[in-house]
């Protein structure tokens, strides 16, 4: 690297083809909803450049792109990833984006109702498409509603919806200002927003939307952004992160002894650990709803091995 402007090299800017292609182009989610992708900084390549920089150039020799890429991501060197940046314009429900905007990395700026006139479209649910509040889960929902009632729910949605934009536009009309006037619109209404967000932050985003556990309909904006648009961008970095972050299993220290005492055949070891714990009843049954030891018996089992606790 030189300091003289003469001797500089001349480079040009990143451009990834699958990218530019649906540069701009509304990618659907929901019944009215989209992403789309409006710019974006650097590819894998500048992941790679970022990282040599700090290594040296050595480290050229030492390993291919995809190798370094990996080694970075699997032990968490997140600077590199922070040199790639994509700005997104979304359309989202009011109270979708009420958790996307928690997610405070990202340099945003919304449509605002205070100037302009509230979009108007809301999301409708389907019929067969309300969901029960799950019974363990305060904030999360399991199974459906039958759909003959839900045809009902819907109907009404409806009508609460065209009531609530006829009454905004009645005030609107009758010189109400626009920061009022919006008040009594349903979170369901879309809003849109500029979402600028570096790549390291972003894959934090998409682990905690994509997950089983999230909303399903932030998920579906999450599982557009990752398999439709970073699965593009920069597909090796995405492919690692499949690989250790989705796919990839975490373990604690009590987990891991007691997978080891497992596999040197001595459940009566791993029932204690789980008791030391508390996890376990002073018998050794999982009386109680334990959340840590739920998410042990769930690695336990994806390894194909009973919890001994769950043993007859």
């Known amino acids: 690297m030189s300091d003289a402007p003469e001797t500089a090299e001349h480079l040009q800017r990143v451009s990834v083809a699958a990218i530019d292609e649906i540069l701009g182009v509304p990618l659907r989610v929901l019944d009215n909803g989209f992403v789309r992708v409006v710019d974006y900084m650097g590819s894998d390549a500048a992941i790679v450049q970022a990282a040599r920089v700090s290594y040296g150039a050595g480290t050229k020799r030492v390993q291919d792109d995809t190798g370094l890429i990996r080694y970075l991501l699997r032990h968490r060197h997140t600077t590199p990833f922070e040199m790639c940046e994509i700005k997104f314009h979304v359309r989202v429900p009011m109270d979708t984006w ?43 929902s399991t199974g459906l509603i039958d759909p003959t ?31 009022q006037a919006r008040k009594d619109l349903p979170l369901s209404t879309y809003t849109e927003a500029y979402w600028k967000i570096d790549l390291h932050n972003l894959l934090h985003f998409l682990s905690l939307r994509m997950d089983d556990h999230s909303q399903s309909e932030i998920r579906q904006y999450a599982g557009v952004i990752g398999h439709q648009i970073v699965a593009k961008w920069c597909p090796i970095a995405w492919q690692a992160y499949l690989d250790y972050q989705i796919g990839g299993l975490h373990l604690s220290e009590v987990e891991l002894g007691i997978l080891q005492a ?19 009843s002073e018998r050794g049954e999982a009386a109680r709803r334990n959340r840590e030891r739920d998410e042990c018996d769930a690695k336990l ?12």
Not at 115 to 135: G, K, L, N
Not at 262 to 280: F, G, I, K, S, Y
């Open 98 to 140: 009420r958790q996307w905007i928690r997610h405070r990395t990202a340099n945003v700026n919304e449509y605002s109702t205070r100037y302009s006139i509230a979009i108007d479209a809301a999301q409708r649910t389907a019929p067969e498409a309300w969901r029960r509040q799950s019974p363990v889960n305060r904030q999360g």
């Open 149 to 179: 009632l839900g045809s009902e729910l819907t109907a009404k949605e409806a009508s609460f919806q065209q009531a609530s934009r006829s009454l905004y536009e009645e005030r609107l009309a009758l010189g109400v200002a626009r920061e």
């Open 262 to 280: 497992l596999l040197r055949n001595e459940p009566l070891v791993a029932t204690q650990l789980a008791r030391d714990a508390a996890w376990l």
């Open 301 to 312: 089992l994806r390894l194909g091995i009973t919890p001994p606790w769950h043993r007859p």
